[in-house]
């Protein structure tokens, strides 16, 4: 089955570059004050801020092609029974897998995610993604932040969303390449990712 599209191909590796960019540079941005350090200062501030506006740019693109083209479909779930099925899912990936079962949800015509992926892909990308590029986008111009939101500084308020969705990215991404690998092989997910055929 032909699962993965050209231009889902090219946005999910331009995004996974962009990430990985960020999150090396965001690790050497927080600890700039220490002797921890991966690249100079300005370096990190510069690829940092460039990747952030060019993740941006691909993230409008990815919500556009998705709206416009069929692969938006995958993303919709019923919300009746998803629990359970979620649950199923993850039985399967900490025990299933390894007495080679067969798995609940196999990619199927109409079905590119398992329940598992769905949720994590839905909850990334239309509530990590969007509140990362917006916390960052609004810390590029500190003057109209607000002075004080919840009591703390606004600036640090937004930057500790920033700080916290970055990190939840980035464990997400290690889950992620961690559960491609439990496809037929531990290769094929990621063959499928470049020839876009499963
Ligand atoms: C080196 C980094 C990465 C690798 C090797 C990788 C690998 C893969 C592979 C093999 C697939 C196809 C299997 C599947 O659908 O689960 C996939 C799909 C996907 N990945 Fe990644 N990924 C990486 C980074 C990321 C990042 C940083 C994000 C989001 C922040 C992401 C989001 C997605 C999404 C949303 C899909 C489904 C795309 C679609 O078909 O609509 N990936 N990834």
Redesign the pocket.
Known sequence: MY??PVW?RIW?LV???L??ALVVTGLSLQYSGSDFILMPFKSSVTIHNTSGLLLCASFIYYLLA?HFTS?GQ??HFKSKGMIGRALKQARYYSYGVFKKEEPPFPVKVGR??NPL?KLS?LF??YL??PAVIITGIAMLFPDLLPDRIFGILGIHFIDLIHIITGFC?SV??VV??Y??TL?NTPSS??K??INGWH
């Open positions: 699962i993965y889902v999910h995004n996974a570059l990430i990985i998705n692969n995958y993303y590119k995610f992926q892909y990334v990308m990590l993604m990215l997400f991404l992620h390449i559960i491609c496809g997910n990621f499928s990712m």
